[in-house]
């Protein structure tokens, strides 16, 4: 009987690139029964097994209260899991962690180090999300709020009237085989200048220090991350099918000493550059709009991957405190932001033996958007959002109320900064105390084919 991927896969094979040799081989010799299983096993190729046990990890997290204590069990389980990844050396998660995804699934606010190994499910799609400020010196926060938001985009697509790629930074895309596709490379140019919906923001505050007026901008790398990350997934599934079988999908990896691992390394880089200059682009426009010569600015990314030699540090959802990570580094200042009504913290900080080099960032959720509603469902978004804002200057791009981007939708920021200091987290320098912001808001509310839906 001819010999198929089918049989081997029934005699509990795991399919890989070595099946179609051994395929030839078995059927050019007629191998069959124990002849056949004895081969196939001489040639199948050693794989990686999970570790029998977690490697250790740093739990600068504690419930405070009961309604804390099942987000963190969860956050506990699933570090568990992952941590027992063949990959993984160390791993530490932060006072905003909250779950995402399956168990096993990296949290938000978790930190893994890996050896060789490039896990591109532990940025997720939004690769470089990143928070940049800009300081406009003594001008009015409402001037600088009305300005950006005349300038801003948020919601889905991308922007009619686009700002310029750089020509460099479009040949590097054009140069790198995880960048360089239509998708990829059109995203590049109508997502710039743009932030996307979600929690993302423009926030206007005032330095409790000098009293000068700063913009934050938070959002990432928008469609180009996205079509990196889909791409970067593929890759890792055909590692993972070919190394380590035994390894859930979600926690695929690219091995860096391959080609596929230098080039993603470098298109994760060229995703960095272009997200900067998503930042700039704006903050740039909104400075000459106002004719006003910015005396400081500085940015940092918060869901990265940095490397020292064969480590990669997986931070999803953590600020890099250390400037080893941080190439463009301003006086080891990071920033921080909580929720709307609380200021974005500015802090500094040095690895110790608990947070790998890293802190939180922001406050992270203690339940979900959906539980988040249904706990609200007594009164009306307008009513919420009343009590939520009052005193804050608090726009929605799309003009409909986000109650899950509410203060109240985050945990507690007066425990985080608390733990931030309980476990050494960075130093709070100066905070940027809320003017207002602008965040998408609610679009799906009105997209079109809601609207369809409705008349039905
Ligand atoms: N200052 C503000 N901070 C906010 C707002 N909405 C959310 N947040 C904080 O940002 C972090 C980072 O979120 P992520 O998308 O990178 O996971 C989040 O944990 C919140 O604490 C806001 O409107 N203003
Ligand atoms: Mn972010």
New binding site residues.
């Given amino acids: 009987m001819e010999v198929t991927g089918e049989t081997l896969i029934q005699l509990g094979f795991n399919p890989g690139k070595w099946f179609s040799e051994a395929i030839t081989h078995a059927n050019a010799h007629q191998l069959s029964g124990d002849a056949l299983v004895k081969y196939l096993k001489s040639v199948e190729p050693e794989y990686i097994s999970l570790l029998d046990e977690a490697r250790p990890f740093h739990m600068n997290l504690r419930a405070e209260e009961e309604g804390e204590i099942d987000n963190v069990e969860k956050v506990r389980a699933t570090m568990d899991a992952l941590m027992r990844i063949p990959t993984t050396i160390e791993g530490a998660v932060m006072p905003?962690a909250c779950p995402t995804g399956g168990l096993g699934q990296i949290p938000?606010g978790g930190v893994v180090s890996t050896k060789n190994a490039i896990h591109p499910n532990m940025h997720s799609a939004?690769i470089c999300?990143s928070v940049m400020m800009t300081n406009f010196g003594h001008t009015d926060p409402k001037t600088v709020l009305d300005t950006v938001h005349a300038l801003t985009h948020f919601g889905p697509g991308g922007r009619k009237d686009p700002f310029a790629l750089e020509v460099e930074l479009e040949n590097k895309l054009r140069s790198n085989r995880f960048t360089n596709n239509e998708r990829a490379l059109n995203f590049s140019k109508s997502h710039l200048g743009t932030q996307g919906d979600?929690?993302?923001?423009t926030?206007v505050g005032r330095s409790a220090q000098t009293g000068e007026t700063i913009m934050?901008t938070?959002h990432g790398s928008r469609g180009l991350g996205a079509a990196v990350f889909t791409k970067g997934m593929k890759t890792a599934e055909e590692f993972r099918r070919e190394i380590s079988p035994e390894t859930p999908k979600h926690n695929a990896w690219i091995p860096y000493d391959t080609d596929e691992g230098k080039e993603y390394w470098e298109a994760l880089q060229w995703v960095r550059e272009w997200t900067k200059l998503n930042h700039t682009v704006l903050h740039e426009a909104t400075a000459r709009s106002l004719n006003h010569d910015p005396s400081l600015r500085f940015w940092n990314e918060?869901?990265f991957i940095f490397k020292e030699d064969d480590v990669f540090y997986h931070a999803k959802?953590a600020t890099p405190l250390d400037d080893k990570f941080v190439p463009d580094s301003h006086e080891q200042l990071r920033l921080i932001?909580?929720?709307?009504r609380?200021p974005?913290l500015i802090v500094k900080g040095n690895t110790t033996a608990n947070n790998m080099g890293f802190a939180p960032?922001?406050?992270?959720?203690n339940i979900s958007r959906s539980e988040h509603r249904r706990r609200n469902s007594d009164r009306t978004p307008e009513e919420i959002f009343a009590t939520e804002t009052k005193g804050l200057d608090v726009r929605f791009y799309h003009d409909e109320i986000d109650i899950t981007?509410l203060p109240t939708a985050?945990?507690n920021?007066a425990t985080v900064k608390a733990q931030m200091t309980e476990f050494g987290l960075g130093t709070v320098v100066d905070e940027i105390l809320?003017y207002g912001?602008i965040?998408a808001g609610n679009w799906q509310k009105n997209a079109p084919c809601k609207r369809k839906n409705r008349r039905r």
């Fill in positions: 905003d938000v939004d999300c979600g929690n993302h923001f926030f934050v938070h918060h869901n959802g932001p909580l929720n709307m609380e974005v960032h922001g406050a992270g959720r981007e985050y945990k920021a809320p912001c965040m």
